[in-house]
């Protein structure tokens, strides 16, 4: 039975590296200009993930096979080693942190700094069960809101303020978001009730919703196209169809499709 | 030192087997409550496949069961959250935390230290049936109107915190929960305390600590993290249930309109909860997975018929996993809004904290090299929790890092990795222990044709559910959706949520057989004598099932290390702890 469960573990670390490697169901396409490290980063730990895994079960069925069968005289009497123990120490502590600090260049790079100056600036509001957004307009800033304008009723979602000048011109829309391609992208994302979290898996990224907070997300959008938002924290019973268009345009289809929005 | 006072057992049965003070009968009460929960649980998560896997599927026999959860005979999504919620809360608390710590821990623990009872026998009763009464008081909220909560077992406000207007099932329900975990988080600290003066007291003549076996390293360690995280979420349940009662705002913004309707509330902020939440929540996952551990190591070595390798580095592992696992709880909320910066020191030293763990996989392949295997069917389960623990650990490595961990976040990739990491390993963990202690606990073998049965299905089934799932989350399918259907890129994947389904229902079938195994070696197993194993810890001293004050007038007196397999000279190929060091015979 023990080799039966060598060879157990050597088929489970084959077949897995395999569908790995081929893997019929992947990553969505990207089409994000911030989401290449990303990857990259991902492909990289995932291949260091993949042969620790293979390595430890290849070696777990080596031994249970070489030494499950009885043999002549007694076990090893062997407690210790530290020329063992301080070398996988310190080689899994060099890889492990090694691993840490390259994902946290890339984190470092993408939020820690401000999105670039020319950036549009899009405000995303989620509510049970839709997601808002708002365009600031030709002046280039957004209107006051005030929670108690919030109204349904009226298609005033994300409560605008009507007293305040600035807000005369934004443009709002509901469960569809464009954005030109190739020019960054500054998200606000905020929430009128509970937690969302808009998640957009061709950009490789999610950012929680927060009552009471506008956190600030940005990217560069690179291949036109119709893609999806999702919600990807719970938020009540219709979370799973909580979704928005999300569509990726050249500079001219953007204006001209912000232009027929604000018209309306 | 010890308490010298010998009790008689009591004879009545209400004493004896209900409202018991002994460990041994306390052991067995939280493994049957937690079986209990195991099979609620897993019903729960066959009921979530069902409709995962076929959305639209009419089920009358359910309906009848649940009539407002089914309406038109389909499960409705909010009923299938109500599931999820149950599922985890029940998984996490109600097994995973129950059995391999308070449940093996209490009946093994004084044991294998030469003690006759836990130090406060009383408390112990007191959290055991203040366990009972929190599982109890949980699910009553399937017979309450609105149902059991939908915010997840993570329970993160607002959703959690609004009260009926969020839902059914944040009414009543949610309340309860609360009270639930109120109640467990209390149970729990009593055992913790209990657990760590044992250990620190208890400790009969020669057992010093560095002579304790690696299983009371780990329950030590694991009630010494419960003490410190269980008031951390009994302090945030009292915080969200004054939010929920008493109009407070700890947790809820200024601002918010709920269905239409502005709240009143303001000032507060719904992260505070993630905080208080995960620097319980991910202290817990090691309070659920170092008594796994233990076991892993103590199994290892006896079927090895080796020493365990590195002894010394297994007990500074277990303390250091058990210290760097309060300091990593930002890892959860690296999509939350926290500060980008505090996101790069959790990432980092979450990384750290994967060093003890692998040193534990090295120190268990090491401990294998040279042995004398015997491929028992706990053996076997201990192996397949290394086989769990590597492979759900491995995916840790993308998880700890922020710029990765934004795009699997709250997707199946997470649902892969922890089932397989703390819940899998962990199950198989139990799996070990119980067929193991069995004969010890009450004097018959389980059937080894059948545990070997049961594991071959189960490891293949568990790994045929969870290495798929992780396709789901590459594609970046989120969890907690009740169905698929809504989504372009979602729907594609639905063959493969099929596929997991079935896998699902065999895998869960299959613990039949344990039920089986479990109850009939209780009547008909092999007599087993006092050391079935041949192995070399205290619990192997006393007859099998123990007398109810384990080691009678006399205490043992221990003269070596826990794991003395194979000595050169000595005349079998395990020494006994007891066994004097001069070798002298009386």
């Given at each position: 039975?023990?080799?039966?469960?060598?060879?157990?573990?050597?088929?489970?670390?084959?077949?897995?590296?395999?569908?790995?490697?081929?893997?019929?169901?992947?990553?969505?396409?990207?089409?994000?200009?911030?989401?290449?490290?990303?990857?990259?980063?991902?492909?990289?730990?995932?291949?260091?993930a993949?042969?620790a895994f293979?390595?430890a079960?290849?070696?777990?069925?080596?031994?249970?096979?070489?030494?499950?069968?009885?043999?002549?005289?007694?076990?090893?009497?062997?407690?210790?080693?530290?020329?063992?123990?301080?070398?996988?120490?310190?080689?899994?502590?060099?890889?492990?942190?090694?691993?840490?600090?390259?994902?946290?260049?890339?984190?470092?790079?993408?939020?820690?700094?401000?999105?670039?100056?020319?950036?549009?600036?899009?405000?995303?509001?989620?509510?049970?069960?839709?997601?808002?957004?708002?365009?600031?307009?030709?002046?280039?800033?957004?209107?006051?809101?005030?929670?108690?304008?919030?109204?349904?009723?009226?298609?005033?979602?994300?409560?605008?303020?009507?007293?305040?000048?600035?807000?005369?011109?934004?443009?709002?829309?509901?469960?569809?978001?464009?954005?030109?391609?190739?020019?960054?992208?500054?998200?606000?994302?905020?929430?009128?009730?509970?937690?969302?979290?808009?998640?957009?898996?061709?950009?490789?990224?999610?950012?929680?919703?927060?009552?009471?907070?506008?956190?600030?997300?940005?990217?560069?959008?690179?291949?036109?196209?119709?893609?999806?938002?999702?919600?990807?924290?719970?938020?009540?019973?219709?979370?799973?169809?909580?979704?928005?268009?999300?569509?990726?345009?050249?500079?001219?289809?953007?204006?001209?499709?912000?232009?027929?929005?604000?018209?309306? | 030192?010890?308490?010298?006072?010998?009790?008689?057992?009591?004879?009545?049965?209400?004493?004896?087997?209900?409202?018991?003070?002994?460990?041994?009968?306390?052991?067995?009460?939280?493994?049957?409550?937690?079986?209990?929960?195991?099979?609620?649980?897993?019903?729960?998560?066959?009921?979530?496949?069902?409709?995962?896997?076929?959305?639209?599927?009419?089920?009358?026999?359910?309906?009848?069961?649940?009539?407002?959860?089914?309406?038109?005979?389909?499960?409705?999504?909010?009923?299938?959250?109500?599931?999820?919620?149950?599922?985890?809360?029940?998984?996490?608390?109600?097994?995973?935390?129950?059995?391999?710590?308070?449940?093996?821990?209490?009946?093994?623990?004084?044991?294998?230290?030469?003690?006759?009872?836990?130090?406060?026998?009383?408390?112990?009763?007191?959290?055991?049936?203040?366990?009972?009464?929190?599982?109890?008081?949980?699910?009553?909220?399937?017979?309450?109107?609105?149902?059991?909560?939908?915010?997840?077992?993570?329970?993160?406000?607002?959703?959690?915190?609004?009260?009926?207007?969020?839902?059914?099932?944040?009414?009543?329900?949610?309340?309860?929960?609360?009270?639930?975990?109120?109640?467990?988080?209390?149970?729990?600290?009593?055992?913790?305390?209990?657990?760590?003066?044992?250990?620190?007291?208890?400790?009969?003549?020669?057992?010093?600590?560095?002579?304790?076996?690696?299983?009371?390293?780990?329950?030590?360690?694991?009630?010494?993290?419960?003490?410190?995280?269980?008031?951390?979420?009994?302090?945030?349940?009292?915080?969200?249930?004054?939010?929920?009662?008493?109009?407070?705002?700890?947790?809820?913004?200024?601002?918010?309109?709920?269905?239409?309707?502005?709240?009143?509330?303001?000032?507060?902020?719904?992260?505070?909860?993630?905080?208080?939440?995960?620097?319980?929540?991910?202290?817990?996952?090691?309070?659920?997975i170092?008594?796994?551990?233990?076991?892993?190591?103590?199994?290892?070595?006896?079927?090895?018929?080796?020493?365990?390798?590195?002894?010394?580095?297994?007990?500074?592992?277990?303390?250091?996993?058990?210290?760097?696992?309060?300091?990593?709880?930002?890892?959860?909320?690296?999509?939350?809004?926290?500060?980008?910066?505090?996101?790069?020191?959790?990432?980092?030293?979450?990384?750290?904290v994967g060093?003890?763990s692998a040193?534990k996989v090295?120190?268990?392949?090491?401990?294998?090299?040279?042995?004398?295997?015997?491929?028992?069917?706990?053996?076997?389960?201990?192996?397949?929790?290394v086989s769990f623990f590597v492979s759900g650990g491995v995916t840790g490595l993308?998880l700890a890092?922020?710029?990765?961990?934004?795009?699997?976040?709250?997707?199946?990739?997470?649902?892969?990795h922890?089932?397989m990491i703390m819940?899998?390993a962990?199950?198989?963990?139990?799996?070990?222990?119980?067929?193991?202690?069995?004969?010890?606990?009450?004097?018959?073998?389980?059937?080894?044709?059948?545990?070997?049965?049961?594991?071959?299905?189960?490891?293949?089934?568990?790994?045929?559910?969870?290495?798929?799932?992780?396709?789901?989350?590459?594609?970046?399918?989120?969890?907690?959706?009740?169905?698929?259907?809504?989504?372009?890129?979602?729907?594609?994947?639905?063959?493969?949520?099929?596929?997991?389904?079935?896998?699902?229902?065999?895998?869960?079938?299959?613990?039949?057989?344990?039920?089986?195994?479990?109850?009939?070696?209780?009547?008909?197993?092999?007599?087993?004598?006092?050391?079935?194993?041949?192995?070399?810890?205290?619990?192997?001293?006393?007859?099998?099932?123990?007398?109810?004050?384990?080691?009678?007038?006399?205490?043992?007196?221990?003269?070596?290390?826990?794991?003395?397999?194979?000595?050169?000279?000595?005349?079998?190929?395990?020494?006994?702890?007891?066994?004097?060091?001069?070798?002298?015979?009386?």
């Amino acid at each position: 039975m023990t080799r039966l469960l060598a060879v157990f573990f050597w088929v489970l670390a084959i077949t897995t590296a395999i569908a790995f490697i081929v893997h019929p169901i992947w990553l969505p396409e990207l089409v994000s200009a911030e989401g290449v490290e990303v990857d990259s980063q991902l492909i990289f730990t995932l291949e260091i993930a993949g042969v620790a895994f293979v390595a430890a079960h290849l070696l777990l069925g080596a031994f249970l096979w070489r030494f499950g069968r009885r043999r002549p005289g007694p076990a090893l009497y062997w407690h210790e080693d530290s020329r063992f123990e301080i070398t996988w120490t310190i080689v899994t502590a060099i890889v492990f942190v090694g691993l840490g600090l390259q994902g946290s260049r890339i984190w470092a790079r993408e939020y820690l700094t401000d999105a670039p100056a020319n950036a549009l600036t899009i405000e995303v509001m989620g509510q049970q069960f839709a997601w808002n957004f708002r365009y600031p307009g030709p002046d280039g800033k957004f209107g006051r809101t005030r929670p108690d304008k919030v109204s349904d009723a009226d298609g005033n979602y994300i409560g605008l303020d009507d007293s305040d000048p600035a807000g005369n011109d934004d443009i709002m829309t509901q469960n569809i978001i464009a954005v030109p391609v190739n020019r960054p992208v500054k998200l606000i994302v905020r929430s009128r009730d509970v937690l969302h979290s808009f998640f957009v898996p061709v950009l490789r990224f999610k950012q929680d919703a927060v009552p009471g907070m506008g956190i600030p997300v940005h990217f560069t959008a690179t291949k036109i196209g119709e893609y999806e938002v999702a919600c990807a924290e719970l938020c009540g019973m219709q979370h799973y169809k909580m979704r928005a268009r999300f569509l990726v345009m050249s500079d001219a289809d953007f204006n001209a499709w912000l232009k027929a929005r604000s018209a309306q | 030192m010890q308490h010298t006072a010998v009790h008689a057992a009591p004879r009545s049965f209400i004493r004896r087997y209900i409202f018991s003070t002994d460990h041994k009968v306390i052991g067995i009460q939280y493994i049957l409550l937690g079986l209990f929960s195991a099979i609620l649980g897993t019903t729960l998560s066959m009921m979530m496949r069902m409709r995962l896997a076929w959305p639209n599927l009419a089920t009358p026999f359910l309906a009848h069961l649940f009539p407002t959860g089914f309406p038109g005979g389909v499960m409705s999504p909010e009923f299938y959250l109500s599931l999820l919620t149950l599922h985890g809360t029940i998984m996490v608390f109600f097994l995973l935390t129950t059995v391999p710590l308070s449940g093996f821990g209490n009946y093994i623990l004084p044991i294998q230290l030469g003690a006759r009872d836990m130090a406060f026998p009383v408390l112990n009763m007191l959290s055991f049936w203040a366990t009972f009464a929190g599982l109890m008081v949980l699910l009553s909220t399937l017979f309450i109107q609105g149902g059991p909560p939908i915010s997840g077992w993570t329970a993160y406000p607002p959703l959690s915190a609004l009260g009926q207007i969020a839902g059914p099932g944040e009414g009543k329900g949610q309340t309860i929960w609360i009270i639930s975990i109120a109640i467990f988080c209390l149970a729990s600290l009593l055992t913790a305390l209990n657990f760590i003066t044992t250990t620190l007291n208890m400790r009969t003549r020669g057992m010093s600590l560095m002579r304790m076996p690696l299983t009371v390293w780990a329950w030590f360690t694991a009630a010494t993290v419960a003490l410190l995280a269980f008031p951390v979420l009994l302090g945030g349940a009292i915080l969200l249930l004054l939010d929920r009662l008493a109009g407070t705002s700890f947790f809820l913004a200024a601002g918010m309109v709920v269905s239409g309707k502005l709240v009143p509330n303001s000032g507060g902020s719904p992260i505070l909860w993630q905080h208080l939440f995960w620097f319980f929540g991910h202290p817990e996952v090691y309070i659920i997975i170092l008594p796994g551990m233990g076991i892993t190591s103590h199994i290892i070595s006896t079927f090895s018929r080796k020493p365990i390798f590195a002894y010394r580095a297994m007990v500074i592992a277990t303390f250091s996993i058990g210290f760097i696992g309060f300091i990593v709880w930002g890892h959860h909320m690296f999509a939350s809004g926290m500060s980008p910066l505090a996101g790069m020191v959790f990432s980092v030293l979450t990384l750290t904290v994967g060093v003890p763990s692998a040193i534990k996989v090295f120190n268990w392949l090491a401990t294998l090299w040279g042995g004398q295997i015997r491929c028992t069917a706990s053996m076997m389960y201990a192996l397949g929790f290394v086989s769990f623990f590597v492979s759900g650990g491995v995916t840790g490595l993308l998880l700890a890092q922020p710029a990765i961990d934004v795009y699997f976040h709250d997707t199946y990739f997470v649902v892969a990795h922890f089932h397989m990491i703390m819940g899998l390993a962990a199950v198989f963990g139990i799996f070990a222990a119980l067929q193991f202690w069995f004969p010890k606990m009450f004097g018959r073998y389980m059937s080894e044709g059948l545990g070997k049965l049961h594991f071959w299905i189960t490891i293949i089934g568990v790994y045929s559910i969870f290495i798929p799932m992780h396709f789901l989350g590459m594609a970046g399918a989120p969890r907690r959706y009740a169905q698929f259907t809504e989504f372009t890129y979602l729907a594609k994947l639905q063959p493969l949520a099929v596929h997991i389904s079935w896998a699902a229902f065999i895998t869960g079938a299959a613990q039949l057989i344990l039920l089986f195994n479990i109850f009939w070696s209780m009547r008909f197993g092999k007599k087993a004598p006092a050391n079935p194993w041949q192995a070399t810890t205290l619990e192997w001293v006393i007859p099998s099932p123990p007398p109810h004050d384990n080691f009678g007038d006399v205490d043992p007196v221990v003269y070596r290390g826990p794991y003395e397999f194979s000595v050169p000279g000595a005349p079998e190929d395990f020494t006994l702890q007891t066994e004097p060091t001069t070798g002298g015979a009386d």
